[in-house]
Nanobody, 122 residues
Framework: VQLMESGGGLVQPGESLKLSCVAS????????WSWYRQAPGEQRELVAE????????YYADSVKGRFTISRDVANNTAYLQMDSLKPEDTAVYFC????????????????WGQGTRVTVST
């Protein structure tokens, strides 16, 4: 299963961006979607997660109230709506999916995208 992110770019502080992540391949089920980010010189951190079958999404404290994760189950797509962006949100954003691949027997693993760059600057 392959993941492809899009939607990154250069914005000014206070503006918004919406990232998308599309999964393709032999997908039996996507068990959970996650968005991570990695700023220069920093470790990759979990930003938001949307677990299937549970009502509560996870958000890092640094993005609570500003970022919203969502999914389109029919189209195997996840989104990250980012509002009120700050310079400290500058990073490469990666999506990850806990997938079960449709094979015999089914195989469950984490798939990762290549990342999309978000720059917040004046």
């Amino acid at each position: 299963v392959q993941l492809m992110e899009s939607g990154g770019g250069l914005v000014q502080p206070g503006e918004s961006l919406k990232l998308s992540c599309v999964a393709s391949g032999s997908i039996l089920i996507i068990n959970a979607w996650s968005w991570y980010r990695q700023a220069p010189g920093e470790q990759r951190e979990l930003v938001a997660e949307i677990p299937m079958g549970r009502n509560t999404n996870y958000y890092a404290d640094s993005v609570k109230g500003r970022f919203t994760i969502s999914r389109d189950v029919a189209n195997n797509t996840a989104y990250l709506q980012m509002d009120s962006l700050k310079p400290e949100d500058t990073a490469v954003y990666f999506c990850s999916a806990d997938v079960t691949e449709d094979r015999v027997p089914p195989e469950r693993y984490d798939s990762w995208g290549q990342g999309t760059r978000v720059t917040v600057s004046t």
